[in-house]
């Protein structure tokens, strides 16, 4: 099946040991972790019960296409909101919506109780993701962190490169996600741009030195368009090879409608 095709599949809740167990297999496949790094069935259950909460996209058989796994938790002003901690889908299915739509889920569950943003973080490095994450869903992006996860993972994905993540909000009952949501793209002009790689993935496998160059070079423009009091609210992919683009713009309000 290509990454085109989208089988018929059911977005639900996660609630049974079995579809966690799927969620843990899931991990190993997606982003090839060994076990140690893997998190598992009981860290699932436990989340279950203290306010959090896994959505998975399954198919007519029961097997599952992908999931998304959000924590509850606190900002340092003791303010609530969510961390989405994971988001997969299979390989061969990642651009079939799939991802999208068990975001959607979030978006509307984090709406029903009442708590938001939601908040996550995702290489900025990585095309798709930020296409997904900043166009499509709306996320704005006022956080970078050096190498997050430090330097111990073993999973191929990561293996070579610092762990810097960049930490997005999506304030689920603004007007700029809603926009996002319905396709609408912000038309003013941005007042910077940082660049990346289309394919940081293929730059990796053919020559580590200059991956490792791009993420020194996105790391500093980031750290100084943020440090001067921009935002980053849009994005644009590459085409035909050329670089993607990160859109920021000056800070304003919107966090609410």
Same mark, same amino acid.
């Given at each position: ?127 798709? @993701? %930020? ?7 709306? $996320?704005? +992006?006022?956080?970078?962190? *050096?190498? #997050?996860?430090? =330097? ?26 809603? @926009? %996002? ?7 003013? $002009?941005? +007042?910077?741009?940082?660049? *990346?790689? #289309?394919?940081? =993935? ?56």
């Amino acid at each position: 099946m290509t990454s085109e095709q989208q089988p018929p599949y059911t977005v639900r809740l996660c609630q049974s040991i079995e579809d966690f167990d799927q969620c843990v297999e899931m991990q190993r496949v997606v982003w090839r972790f060994p076990d140690a790094e893997v998190t598992p069935v009981r860290a699932f259950v436990i989340t279950m019960h203290s306010g959090g909460f896994t959505y998975g996209a399954f198919d007519a058989d029961g097997k599952m296409l992908g999931f998304s796994h959000a924590l509850p938790a606190f900002d340092a002003n003791k303010h609530p909101f969510i961390y989405s901690h994971m988001a997969a889908v299979l390989p061969g299915l990642q651009n079939a919506g799939i991802g999208h739509k068990l975001k959607l889920a979030q978006y509307h569950h984090a709406r029903r109780i009442g708590v938001w943003p939601v908040r996550w973080t995702f290489d900025p490095l990585l095309s798709r @993701n %930020a296409n997904l994450n900043i166009n499509k869903l709306g $996320a704005v +992006v006022r956080t970078y962190h *050096i190498n #997050y996860y430090g =330097n111990f993972s073993t999973s191929e994905m990561w293996r070579g490169l610092d762990t810097d993540r960049l930490f997005v909000e999506w304030w689920v009952r603004s007007e700029h996600v809603a @926009n %996002a949501l319905a396709g609408k793209r912000r038309m003013d $002009a941005p +007042v910077a741009v940082v660049e *990346i790689p #289309y394919d940081i =993935n293929a730059l990796k496998n053919e020559d580590m030195e200059a991956a490792r160059a791009w993420q020194l070079k996105v790391r500093s423009g980031f750290q100084s368009l943020l440090a001067d009091g921009l935002y980053c609210a849009g994005f644009e992919a590459g085409r035909d090879g050329d670089n993607s683009r990160y859109l920021f713009f000056k800070d304003e309000h919107i966090e609410e409608s």
